[in-house]
């Protein structure tokens, strides 16, 4: 789905009698949080923009027509102009705020069947409850995937490399890792270059010390704790403190494997500290992303019941800060 045609069909549920530039204006201010620095992220002014309402009119009715073919009744959207929108967005985006919107408005059962008619492709067999998180999910999607967003990148780069594991054929694996490249480069080429720059050392130690954490990753996750906490098929955890929780399953884990674990995330903990040295130091989102997700990366997250998905998310984090730093320094 493309984005002019979702919030076409929104509009006779929501629009509230609007003009189609106030409209589409009221629908980006639904989705985007206000920028709290301009640091970091490219397209900063057109969020301001948005919110001081200094978006023209023929943009704004840009963004609600798309790109359509053919006349009359065969006319038919089959793109969208919102990719240099998009681009500016992605880092602002809030689904949760779009969801409150909707929840403000208070929907009653007629409007909710209204919204399962508009978007049948999406929401028939959806109950009335998860609709609203269905539409935010979507809608997100959709403009992930028109800025050509390291998310939706991450998506296709984890497919190809999926397919290529599988089918290994020579010509395969050669067109996987070129198109992998092709993403990846893409998603570089909308980043702002770091301020102030890097030196050539601190490149040499930012690359080396993402290789060493993503080694550590690699380790903890070889350990497999899950297995020990599973097999003991705890019970009545809900309700139970931090502190008597993190007691509990620690107690399902063998003495030696939980020092090994322990060693290990003490060993990222370390190594990570240098690399929040240079995020202080200088300004470049593959870095502060990394930093960030990095922070919840601990023991206690996991005995508490952190997913390890923030696992997966910091290895990918790894992977993109990687490639950043190895085209800085061509």
Same mark, same amino acid.
């Given at each position: 789905?493309?984005?002019?045609?979702?919030?076409?069909?929104?509009?006779?549920?929501?629009?509230?009698?609007r003009?189609?530039?106030?409209?589409?204006?009221?629908i980006?201010?639904?989705?985007?949080?206000?920028p709290s620095?301009?640091?970091?992220?490219?397209?900063?002014?057109?969020?301001n923009?948005?919110?001081?309402d200094k978006?023209?009119?023929?943009?704004?009715?840009s963004?609600?027509?798309g790109k359509?073919?053919g006349?009359?009744?065969n006319? =038919?959207?089959?793109g969208d102009?919102? !990719? /240099? @929108?998009?681009? $500016?967005?992605?880092?602002? +985006?809030?689904? %949760?705020?779009?969801?409150?919107?909707?929840?403000?408005? =208070?929907f009653?059962y007629e409007?909710? !069947? /209204? @919204?399962?008619d $508009?978007?049948?492709?999406i +929401?028939?067999? %959806?109950?009335?409850?998860?609709?609203v998180?269905?539409?935010a999910d979507?809608?997100?999607?959709?403009?992930?995937k028109a800025?050509?967003?390291?998310?939706?990148?991450?998506?296709?780069?984890?497919?190809?490399?999926d397919a290529?594991?599988?089918?290994?054929?020579?010509?395969?694996?050669?067109k996987?890792?070129?198109l992998?490249?092709?993403?990846?480069?893409n998603?570089?080429s909308?980043?702002?270059?770091?301020?102030?720059?890097?030196?050539?050392n601190e490149?040499?130690e930012?690359?080396?010390?993402?290789r060493?954490?993503?080694?550590y990753?690699t380790e903890?996750?070889?350990?497999?704790?899950?297995q020990?906490i599973?097999s003991?098929?705890l019970?009545?955890l809900?309700g139970?403190s931090?502190?008597?929780?993190?007691?509990?399953?620690?107690?399902?884990?063998?003495d030696?494997?939980y020092?090994?674990?322990k060693?290990?995330?003490?060993?990222?903990?370390?190594?990570s500290?240098?690399?929040?040295?240079?995020?202080?130091?200088h300004?470049?989102s593959?870095?502060?992303d990394?930093?960030?997700?990095s922070?919840?990366?601990?023991?206690e997250h996991f005995?508490y019941?952190?997913?390890?998905?923030?696992?997966l998310a910091?290895?990918?984090?790894l992977?993109?800060?990687?490639?950043?730093?190895?085209q800085?320094?061509?």
């Open positions: 789905m493309y984005f002019a045609d979702f919030i076409q069909r929104l509009r006779p549920i929501i629009g509230d009698g003009a189609i530039p106030k409209y589409v204006l009221h980006l201010k639904m989705v985007i949080v206000e620095s301009e640091k970091g992220y490219k397209g900063v002014k057109i969020v923009d948005i919110f001081n978006v023209s009119e023929s943009t704004l009715k963004y609600y027509y359509t073919e006349k009359g009744a006319k =038919q959207i089959v102009n919102i !990719n /240099k @929108l998009a681009q $500016s967005i992605e880092h602002y +985006l809030d689904t %949760e705020k779009f969801k409150g919107c909707f929840n403000n408005l =208070q009653k409007e909710a !069947n /209204k @919204l399962k $508009s978007f049948k492709d +929401l028939a067999d %959806e109950a009335n409850d998860k609709i998180d269905r539409l979507e809608l997100k999607t959709i403009i992930l800025a050509g967003s390291k998310n939706e990148a991450l998506s296709s780069v984890n497919i190809v490399s290529a594991g599988v089918i290994k054929k020579e010509n395969t694996l050669k996987g890792t070129v992998e490249e092709v993403l990846m480069e998603w570089y909308q980043l702002e270059p770091p301020s102030p720059s890097f030196s050539e490149l040499e930012i690359e080396a010390i993402a060493k954490m993503y080694i990753l903890i996750e070889d350990l497999d704790l899950y020990y599973e003991k098929k019970s009545h809900y139970l931090e502190e008597e929780m993190i007691r509990r399953i620690r107690s399902c884990i063998p030696e494997i020092e090994k674990s060693e290990h995330y003490n060993n990222l903990h370390k190594i500290s240098r690399l929040k040295y240079y995020n202080e130091m300004t470049y593959p870095l502060s990394t930093v960030n997700t922070t919840s990366i601990t023991l005995l019941g952190i997913p390890s998905s923030t696992h910091l290895k990918n984090d992977k993109f800060l990687s490639f950043a730093i190895r800085l320094r061509k």
